[in-house]
């Protein structure tokens, strides 16, 4: 028996959701790419795949690579002006946080060059 309690720890919270939402390209990239890939196996029951089947399967593979790209250069969130709260530790072994927006509940992580974090020292380069 499920209680009201447990249906809820189920939902997706607006942070979850939010992260599917911008990664949204992305899984429909790889969604066309599966139904590519699904298309040319069908073809080659049926004499093999025609070179309209190639061409669906290069332009999904090179619209999969674009909506990497574009997702990996997105900047990670940031709140600004929220109250972040230390909710765990990166484990990266420097003692670096993971930090949660107590408005929207959005985190992220904060690498500490300063302690001598190699994630926090190319971040400190980049910016």
Request: proline residues 4%.
């Amino acid at each position: 028996m499920t209680t009201d309690h447990d249906a809820a720890m189920l939902e997706p919270t607006a942070a979850d959701l939010a992260a599917i939402e911008a990664e949204w390209p992305l899984i429909a990239a790889e969604l066309d790419l599966l139904d590519a890939e699904i298309a040319m196996l069908y073809a080659a029951d049926d004499g093999g795949p025609t070179a309209l089947d190639w061409r669906r399967l290069r332009r999904a593979e090179a619209r999969l690579t674009r909506a990497a790209a574009e997702v990996g250069a997105r900047p990670a969130h940031v709140c600004h002006g929220h109250l972040l709260v230390e909710v765990g530790m990166t484990g990266c072994g420097y003692g670096c946080k993971i930090l949660r927006c107590q408005t929207c509940g959005g985190e992220q992580v904060s690498h500490r060059a300063v302690y001598g974090c190699p994630a926090g020292k190319s971040a400190s380069r980049v910016a």
